[in-house]
């Protein structure tokens, strides 16, 4: 990161607009990409380069906007949206109070999230050295398409920007675009913001017409084009969506291999940005790691796993399906593979959950072992505890639920219902296929199945029984 701290740089950003092409109840700037709503990379990029909180146009479903973006911006407020140039208005008229002259003003728009802080950082510089009125982001992207059309004179000087629906067919064949980032002097924005008309096919003031105005009263007007049009996408619909969650994406991969995590086939890996990962952890494909999920280092994550909010220690082998919610799983723990580990889940150091385990709202104490078909919620099970083979917590009653203790070094035979509240002493034993209701003394054994009955020569009656009734 190069990008430096801009002590003279105001950020507005322009937030207003619904997003039709969604077809959502929620504006797009709420949409979430990678984990995040799309507005809080547009504000963590305000934040990498100016110290002071940014101006957010607000208008469309702005409680909502301002309760997602709180502190983190003051908010100006658009009423109707009447163009990009009357958004700008709005933020100016906090600016222009507050402004001394000779400070700078960099505009972004809410729905634009890829930009990278160096590419800002340029145009600032660029603006700053050139002395220029106004310094713009433009770009050259495949397919120009309904993007603003950088008109240039014949000495390569950008002289105005014509919109899409504005443009004759020869301006439309311009390749180079404006990708809505500006630097303006603020002096030079707030003088000419008012002089901005309607007179354009959409009938709204355009903050690109300031162009014009500028060139018209003899300023300069500067222009970079930026390196890789990916950074100026904005998401105007669910394809534009899934384009740049799929770019954040590919970023945090990038970044996460970078830092020391293996990828066996990167593309296949769904990961919010929101994740981390230490080093020389593997991950496997098909993985989805959602949330404020942490995981250490030196663990392995194979196929299929699904964690949201997960906190993973060091060491962790995570198999084959295993999903895990609001879990904990300490350092050399091994789950799966196909266990569920659904919110309240805490799992100790060493701990084994096995194949078609299903936990909830259970402490599992250092080393201690349910290894195959369990279902273990509202427990608190000690150290060294082994759960046998299919081993079921009853902690519902239908109206409440109770809580099963398994204190330390307890063995649990297979098949044993443990029917809460119920608590099995420290190092006893329960038989295989037993129902327990009531608590076992610490070192007890507890058997509570029916005694086996052995009927001798039974099958070779039946067998001499059914062969008289087929010959009859
Ligand atoms: C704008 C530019 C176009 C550029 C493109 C880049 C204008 C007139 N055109 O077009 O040259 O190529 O961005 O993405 O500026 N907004 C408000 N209030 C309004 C109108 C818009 O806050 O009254 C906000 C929107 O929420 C959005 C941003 O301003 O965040 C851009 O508006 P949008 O309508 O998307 O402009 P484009 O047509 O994309
Ligand atoms: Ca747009």
């Given amino acids: ?226 390196s890789d049009p990916i950074e100026a996408l904005g998401v105007n619909s669910r394809a534009e969506l899934a384009t740049v969650e799929g770019e954040i994406q590919r970023r945090v991969v990038t970044k996460l291999m970078s830092d020391g995590v293996t990828f066996r086939n990167p593309a296949t890996v769904v990961i919010d940005s929101t994740v981390s990962i230490g080093n020389d952890s593997v991950v496997y494909p098909y993985v989805t790691i959602e949330g404020a999920t942490t995981i250490g280092s030196r663990c392995v994550i194979e196929p299929g796993v699904h964690l949201i909010n997960a906190t993973v220690g060091d060491d962790v082998h995570l198999k084959t399906g295993t999903v895990a919610e609001d879990a904990l799983i300490e350092n050399e723990a091994s789950i799966g593979p196909y266990a569920h580990l659904r919110p309240g889940t805490r799992l100790g150091r060493h701990v084994k959950i096995g194949n078609f385990v299903e936990t909830k709202k259970s402490i599992f104490g250092e080393g201690a072992k349910a290894s195959h078909l369990a279902y273990i919620g509202d427990a608190e099970v000690g150290a060294d505890v082994n759960i046998g083979a299919g081993t079921i917590t009853c902690n519902y009653d239908g109206v409440n639920k109770h809580k099963t203790v398994l204190e330390d070094g307890v063995f649990i035979g297979s098949d044993t219902q443990l029917v809460a509240p119920v608590r099995v002493g420290k190092g006893a034993y329960v038989g295989a296929g037993s129902t327990i209701t009531k608590d076992v003394p610490a070192g007890a054994l507890a058997l509570s199945r029916t005694p086996q009955r052995i009927i001798a020569g039974w099958a070779a009656r039946k067998r001499e029984d059914r062969s008289k009734e087929k010959t009859k």
């Avoid at 709005?90 to 999230?113: C, M, N, W, Y």
């Avoid at 301006?171 to 630097?183: F, L, P, Q, R, W």
């Fill in 1 to 226: 990161m190069t990008a430096l701290m801009n002590t003279n740089l105001d950020v507005i950003i322009l937030a207003a607009g619904l997003g039709t092409r969604m077809k959502s109840a929620t504006i797009k700037i709420l949409h979430r990409a990678a984990g995040r709503p799309i507005i809080d990379y547009v504000l963590d990029l305000a934040g990498q380069v100016s110290d002071r909180p940014p101006i957010m146009v607000v208008g469309h479903q702005r409680e909502a906007v301002q309760a997602s973006v709180g502190g983190r911006a003051r908010f100006a407020i658009q009423e109707s949206q009447k163009g990009t140039g009357h958004a700008v208005l709005q933020a100016a008229e906090i600016l222009e109070k507050e402004s001394s002259t000779g400070r700078q003003v960099l505009i972004l728009s809410g729905d634009v999230p890829l930009t990278y802080p160096e590419t800002l950082q340029q145009l600032i510089d660029e603006h700053q050295r050139s002395q220029n009125a106004l310094t713009l982001l433009t770009m050259k992207p495949a397919d120009p398409g309904m993007y603003g059309r950088v008109v240039r004179d014949a000495g390569g000087a950008v002289i105005r920007i014509v919109e899409a629906k504005d443009a004759t067919d020869e301006e439309k064949k311009i390749g180079e675009v404006n990708a809505g980032i500006y630097v303006f002097d603020s002096a030079h924005l707030f003088g000419n913001l008012r002089n901005l008309s309607t007179n354009n096919s959409q009938g709204e003031y355009y903050l690109t017409d300031l162009l014009a105005l500028l060139r018209d009263s003899g300023h300069r007007i500067g222009a970079i084009v930026a």
